[in-house]
């Protein structure tokens, strides 16, 4: 049995005041939430945030004593050096943060990683100990003109070069987001996720084995909210999902992640 794994991603919104401010709710909540924390000491439900590098700090310290996995939003692939605005893996696992997300699509378009980059953050986050969750999806032309499975073919196999199947099962999460459905309100149905997880899981098959395709974490993401996820988390290649806008509220998030159970 694979463990779910429900995730907010902040984007570039709460700063230190703000992650503190959430984090005194959600705590609050949590500790209300005795099934939530259950599956969680039992490992069948893992809950993470992925917060802006200024705020990792506050937020460790916040999830401390909760089950909550904190985790950065993107990093470089050298440790240190001349590189101007940057965060290394290093930096990020001294804060005491675990995970890392590589290649959300806002990461792709408009700042134009390419994925012998994210390939080379990959390799870097594993290599320093972090969990990478390395994100795939197509954008609304490439579906509606027929590429959308070849296009996470090639970000699947090139984000993953170099990278042996026990690595993929134990020390990363793939998380499907089509691009247009992320911050557009437009959710892909339960059918249309499915398929692409499906199809991901099939990958690793071929790429792999039968034990990493059945032992990866793979996600759904794009407008996920509370009155979408027990559908989309039902589906048997879907383990969990990854939730942008609706992260943001301590409520809402607690809703989805009580969804999800
Ligand atoms: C995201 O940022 O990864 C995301 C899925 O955003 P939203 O849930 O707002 O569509």
Known sequence: MRRKFIAGNWKMNHGPAATSEFFNKFTAELKEAGDVLEAAAKGTEEIALFVPAVSLLTAVNAAKGTPVI??????HWEKSGAFTGETSGPMITEIGATHVLIGHSERRHIFRETDEEL????HAAIECGLVAVLCVGETLEEREGGKAFNVIKKQFAEGLK????DTLARKMIIAYEPVWAIGTGKTASDADAEEVCGFIRRLAKESFCENTADELIILYGGSVKADNTRGIISQPDIDGVLVGGASLKADSFMQIIKNAL
């Open 119 to 122: 390939n080379k953050k990959v």
């Open 162 to 165: 170099g990278i042996d199947g």
């Open 70 to 75: 904190i985790g950065a939003e993107n990093m």
